[in-house]
């Protein structure tokens, strides 16, 4: 574990979406000779983090609040470090970076709106109520996610962040490499 990654954090990487705009399963796309699943274990790896893949939501039809949920009922961390598949040019260096920050909670920011990956203290109390309770008042976002948490922010170059959620994506990050 790099000296910088808090004890018990464990990486979580949300692989179960629905696609609908891909069309297909994301993790299983081809990038550069490995799935995006692939690159994202990988990645994990690097860091130095112990890696779950969440294919298959708890609770579904939810965005990746069920994939939050199905991660935060199964682990025995007290931290997540929550990283979609989708998202080929995250770095682990960023990942060891989150995880370092001295904040219980801590997302990506790009251009005002926070996003993927992200670090949640699941073994603080009340922090699996609120996640729960959003889910329950059928609020899905992982902007109002960070809010209810009143989570830090990490600025990250939005590049970094790039989403691969339809064909052209991929066919855009394809040509750009990791």
């Known amino acids: 574990m790099p000296a910088n990654c808090k004890s018990g954090t464990e990486a979580c990487v949300l692989a179960g979406g629905m696609a609908t705009r891909m069309g297909c399963e994301k993790g299983g796309l081809d990038f550069h000779g490995k799935t995006l699943l692939e690159v994202a274990r990988e990645t994990v790896k690097s860091a130095g983090f112990k890696c779950r893949v969440v294919e298959r ?15 935060m009922r199964k682990t025995q961390a007290n931290r997540i470090l929550f990283l979609s598949c989708a998202m080929p040019f995250v770095t682990a260096g960023l990942l060891a970076r989150m995880d370092g920050e001295q904040a219980d909670h801590v ?5 005002g709106r926070v996003g993927f990956p992200f670090v949640i203290s ?3 109390e009340g922090v699996r109520e609120t996640i729960e309770a959003q ?3 059928g609020n899905f976002s992982i902007q109002s996610l960070a ?8 600025a990250v170059p939005k590049e970094m962040l790039f989403n ?10 394809l040509k750009r490499r990791a």
Do not use: K, W, Y
């Open 107 to 111: 997302f990506a920011e790009s251009e």
């Open 164 to 173: 691969i959620n339809t064909p052209t994506d991929l066919e855009a990050a």
């Open 122 to 124: 699941v073994g603080l």
């Open 147 to 154: 809010a209810a948490l009143s989570a830090a922010r990490l």
């Open 57 to 71: 939501d708890v609770v579904p039809r939810c965005g990746p609040l069920g994939g939050i949920i199905t991660a």
């Open 135 to 137: 889910h329950a008042a």
